[in-house]
């Protein structure tokens, strides 16, 4: 099976646009039989995280992008983030390694 993985600088707190983007690519990889992964910013709220369920959207939140004095850093998402920590998601979201 064909996967997709989408890293996403994104905290699903609202049902928002780019929320509804997610779950209808999801629906549209559901139906041609491609797995879609995401790596997201933080978990997402329960109405986004059942509808992205519903969907067969898999996601994985990766955490700790917060600046020594506590102030949250959103870039870090993409200059921090582990090459090893990012396979081990990519793993646990079905993407097969190759």
């Known amino acids: 099976m064909e996967a997709i993985m989408m890293v996403c600088n994104l905290v ?3 049902f928002g646009g780019f929320e509804t983007f997610l ?3 999801g629906r549209s990889c559901r139906g041609r039989g491609i797995r879609l992964g995401l790596m997201l910013a933080g978990e997402p709220i ?3 995280a059942q509808t992205f369920q ?3 959207v898999r996601w994985i939140a990766a955490t700790g992008w917060m600046e020594p ?3 949250e850093r959103r870039s870090v998402f993409s200059t921090r983030v582990p090459e090893v920590q990012l396979l081990g998601c990519l793993g646990r979201c079905g993407v097969p390694l190759l």
């Open 12 to 14: 699903p707190k609202k």
């Open 23 to 25: 779950v209808e690519l």
């Open 46 to 48: 329960p109405s986004v």
């Open 54 to 56: 519903e969907m067969g």
């Open 69 to 71: 004095n506590g102030k």
